[in-house]
């Protein structure tokens, strides 16, 4: 497994043999790609996971996502795409300091469920997909550990 996913559109990219890419000044986003004999400038902008890389005048979006980042975007790509009944779980341990939801409310994707604190950071869950709340397996004050169903929707 590679340590991050590297996307331009919906494809994946990975760098030629023999290539690499060097800052020259990388708080102005100044850098070359370097390969056999070549040197090429090229402008990097962005943070988190959106960037644009701009070469040879043209401006390239890329995604560029860590191993967990890729595995939460591909199980929330599964959960949209799946008609049943879908359990969300946690993806890591914590403490549930807030649910925002109860059974029977219907909901959107993207909308927050609940909210865990692990190692002093709050973390969203939000719905993988548009439904309805079958049932919330939690209350404020639960501890949880990674996988442990959170949410039901149907």
Do not use: Y
Request: proline content about 5%; aromatic content about 2%.
């Amino acid at each position: 497994m590679t340590d991050h996913d590297v996307r331009i559109g919906d494809e994946a990219v990975v760098p030629a043999d023999g290539w690499t890419l060097a800052w020259d000044d990388r708080a102005s986003g100044l850098a070359r790609l370097i390969g056999p004999g070549r040197s090429i400038p090229v402008i990097v902008e962005g943070e988190g996971t959106d960037w644009t890389v701009t070469l040879h005048g043209r401006r390239i979006p890329v995604t560029v996502r860590s191993w967990r980042e890729r595995i939460l975007a591909d199980a929330e790509t599964e959960a949209r795409t799946h008609s049943g009944p879908t359990t969300v779980a946690a993806t890591l341990p914590g403490l549930v300091v807030a649910v925002a939801v109860a059974a029977g409310e219907e909901v959107a994707a993207g909308t927050s469920l609940l909210t865990i604190e692990a190692m002093k950071m709050q973390n969203e869950v939000r719905a993988p997909r548009d439904g309805t709340v079958l049932e919330v397996t939690v209350a404020t004050g639960d501890t949880v550990a990674t996988g442990a169903p959170l949410v039901r929707l149907a």
